[in-house]
T-cell receptor
Framework: GDQVEQSPSALSLHEGTGSALRCNFT?????VQWFRKNSRGSLINLFY???GTKENGRLKSAFDSKERYSTLHIRDAQLEDSGTYFC??????????FGTGTSLLVDP | DAGVTQTPRHEVAEKGQTIILKCEPV?????LFWYRQTKIQGLELLSY????????DGGAFKDRFKAEMLNSSFSTLKIQPTEPKDSAVYLC????????????FGPGTRLLVL
């Protein structure tokens, strides 16, 4: 079946630095969504991409359907960015498959 | 097994009306989600229920949007009053036990508010 491989599973950053999360897909996906899990366990949408890149503040995401990957870049990390991030990819129908998540810890 | 069912499939409303969308999740699924989908924003979570308990009330959506889950096999999404910017596809999804499990979506309700 469709699989979404997300890496790294855990990431530790010093405040002010940056890094990237990545999701690889085993099949062609038509779109990807990046979420952050809030304190109540539900997912907050960060980006939705059908192609190309999007930027919002200190976050930037890219999606390449042909190469089967998506990335989420975080720059100038802040303490409040700590949390768990998920990518999720849409197959050609309505099925949304989630990655396994990245646990991000930003320390002073 | 039946998948997620949603009714109606299409709805046209005048600005200011109240509309109610309905959803039946996959039998045996524990979690139910309501999303709004637009071309620009993609999928936005409106409400999330776990075992009929409301876990997420949609933040910015909660003033005119209210989702209820009366029993484990039926949920409604009420929009009151509707506004033209509410025009979108409203999707209901369910998953077996957790929000990061694969979510199975219904066919959606396409809403047009005039």
């Amino acid at each position: 079946g469709d699989q979404v491989e997300q890496s790294p599973s855990a990431l530790s950053l010093h405040e002010g630095t940056g890094s990237a999360l990545r999701c690889n897909f085993t099949t062609t996906m038509r779109a990807v969504q990046w979420f952050r899990k809030n304190s109540r366990g539900s997912l907050i949408n960060l980006f939705y991409l059908a192609s190309g890149t999007k930027e919002n503040g200190r976050l930037k995401s890219a999606f390449d359907s042909k190469e089967r990957y998506s990335t989420l870049h975080i720059r100038d990390a802040q303490l409040e960015d700590s949390g768990t991030y998920f990518c999720a990819a849409y197959n050609m129908g309505y099925k949304l498959t989630f990655g396994t998540g990245t646990s991000l810890l930003v320390d002073p | 097994d039946a998948g997620v069912t949603q009714t109606p499939r299409h709805e046209v409303a005048e600005k200011g009306q109240t509309i109610i969308l309905k959803c039946e999740p996959v039998s045996g699924h524990n979690d139910l989600f309501w999303y709004r989908q637009t071309k620009i924003q993609g999928l936005e979570l409106l409400s999330y229920f776990r075992s009929k308990s409301l876990m997420e009330d949609g933040g910015a959506f909660k003033d005119r949007f209210k989702a209820e889950m009366l029993n484990s096999s039926f949920s409604t999404l009420k929009i009151q009053p509707t506004e033209p910017k509410d025009s979108a596809v409203y999707l209901c999804a369910s998953s077996l036990r957790d929000i990061q499990d694969t979510q199975y979506f219904g066919p959606g309700t396409r809403l047009l508010v005039l």
